[in-house]
């Protein structure tokens, strides 16, 4: 059994300040590691699905993921699905079989009632500008909490990935001299160029 507190402090010194979300990432990825009774991604043994989005409140809690599952934005095998919502799916390649795990809504709304929110992120301070006095209490809430009374663990289903081989191929750009992958170059004029030289859109 995986057990989130052993990633905690790590977690919180990679993400780099201490708040709600990214313990809550953690507890997201144990019980879904648990449910499907993996261990941590060494490589790309998992994939993990997270739903958050941009510009709102804790994404921290895709750090969490990351720590505890081993999927990683630089392994490849983590994606955010863009709904602005806080739900995982862990994916075990070996075994085709997937299970999502999302917060319950009552442990995010708590969480949000805390002067952790009110007193400091709704007002634009930074995170880590939060007194510890105010941010551990809400820390150790998360972490200590059954998973019954914070989290939604669905059931086993199967999923079907699909494997797309590592490419090795790359060349120089005949503009910028940088080392880029093959499929993504582009041809300007008479040279082969990477994409931000050519112009192009991503």
Same mark, same amino acid.
């Given at each position: 059994?995986?057990?989130?507190? =052993?990633?905690?402090?790590?977690?919180?010194? @990679?993400?780099?300040?201490?708040?709600?979300?990214?313990?809550?990432?953690?507890?997201?990825?144990?019980?879904?590691? +648990?449910?499907? *009774?993996?261990?941590?991604?060494?490589?790309?043994?998992?994939?993990?699905?997270?739903?958050?989005?941009?510009?709102?409140?804790?994404?921290? @809690?895709?750090?969490?993921? %990351?720590?505890?599952?081993?999927?990683?934005?630089?392994?490849?095998?983590?994606?955010?699905? +863009?709904?602005?919502? /806080? *739900?995982?799916?862990?994916?075990?390649?070996?075994?085709?079989?997937?299970?999502?795990?999302?917060?319950?809504?009552?442990?995010?709304?708590?969480?949000?009632?805390?002067? @952790?929110?009110?007193?400091?992120?709704?007002?634009?301070?930074?995170?880590?500008?939060?007194?510890?006095?105010?941010?551990?209490?809400?820390?150790? *809430?998360?972490? +200590?909490?059954? =998973?019954?009374?914070?989290?939604?663990?669905?059931?086993?289903? =199967?999923? %079907?990935?699909? +494997?797309?081989?590592?490419? @090795?191929?790359?060349?120089?750009?005949?503009?910028?001299?940088?080392?880029?992958?093959?499929?993504? *170059?582009?041809?300007?004029?008479?040279?082969?160029?990477?994409?931000?030289?050519?112009? /192009?859109?991503?």
């Amino acid at each position: 059994m995986v057990n989130p507190k =052993d990633y905690l402090e790590a977690g919180q010194q @990679f993400h780099g300040h201490k708040c709600p979300a990214m313990p809550m990432g953690l507890r997201v990825g144990a019980a879904a590691m +648990n449910k499907l *009774g993996v261990n941590r991604a060494q490589d790309g043994q998992l994939i993990a699905l997270v739903e958050i989005g941009k510009d709102h409140c804790a994404t921290c @809690f895709a750090d969490g993921v %990351q720590m505890i599952t081993g999927c990683t934005l630089g392994k490849g095998n983590i994606q955010k699905l +863009n709904y602005g919502k /806080w *739900g995982v799916t862990l994916i075990d390649r070996k075994s085709g079989k997937a299970v999502r795990v999302s917060p319950k809504a009552e442990a995010m709304a708590n969480n949000k009632k805390s002067k @952790f929110f009110s007193d400091y992120r709704m007002k634009g301070l930074p995170a880590s500008s939060v007194p510890s006095e105010i941010a551990d209490p809400l820390v150790e *809430g998360v972490m +200590n909490a059954p =998973d019954e009374k914070i989290l939604i663990i669905g059931e086993v289903f =199967d999923y %079907q990935v699909e +494997n797309h081989a590592h490419t @090795f191929d790359s060349f120089v750009c005949e503009e910028c001299g940088e080392m880029t992958v093959e499929a993504y *170059g582009r041809v300007k004029g008479d040279k082969k160029v990477c994409i931000p030289c050519s112009g /192009w859109e991503v």
